[in-house]
Nanobody, 123 residues
Framework: VQLQASGGGLVQAGGSLRLSCVAS????????MGWFRQPPGQDREVVAV????????WYSDSVEGRSTISRDNAKNTVYLQINGLKAEDTAVYYC?????????????????WGQGTLVTVSS
C-alpha cells in the first residue's frame, strides 16, 4: 500500500484546512486509516483515526470538536478537515494505514505511511 498525503500549506489562525490521503497499490480499503502529526522538535502523535469501513472514528483531545476524519473508499481517499486552526496545530501531518479491525491509536499499529504534508498556522 502506498499513501500520498496532500493539502498542507500556510493558513492563518482560525482558518480551516482539508488534508487528503490517496492510497494505491494494495488493499487500503480494508485498512483502518489514521492521521498523525509531528510538530517541530516533538514526537509524532496520533490525531484522528477511522476504521476500515468508516463506521467508527476517534480523535485526540487536541483536535476533538473541530476536526472531522472521513473516507471515500470508492476514491481510495481519506480526509482530515481541521477547523479553527491554532498555532499549535503547526506540524508535518502524516497519513498511515493499519490492518487492525479495531480503532488503532498507537503508532506501532500502523504498517504503511505516507510522506507527510506540512501545515503551518500563522498567528
Amino acid at each position: 500500500v502506498q499513501l500520498q498525503a496532500s493539502g498542507g500549506g500556510l493558513v492563518q489562525a482560525g482558518g480551516s484546512l482539508r488534508l487528503s490521503c490517496v492510497a494505491s497499490g494494495g488493499t487500503a480499503n480494508s485498512h483502518a486509516m489514521g492521521w498523525f502529526r509531528q510538530p517541530p522538535g516533538q514526537d509524532r502523535e496520533v490525531v484522528a483515526v477511522i476504521t476500515w469501513n468508516g463506521g467508527r472514528t476517534w480523535y485526540s483531545d487536541s483536535v476533538e470538536g473541530r476536526s472531522t476524519i472521513s473516507r471515500d473508499n470508492a476514491k481510495n481517499t481519506v480526509y482530515l478537515q481541521i477547523n479553527g486552526l491554532k498555532a499549535e496545530d503547526t506540524a508535518v501531518y502524516y497519513c498511515a494505514a493499519s490492518p487492525s479491525r479495531a480503532v488503532p491509536v498507537f503508532i506501532n499499529e500502523y504498517r504503511y505511511w505516507g510522506q507527510g504534508t506540512l501545515v503551518t498556522v500563522s498567528s
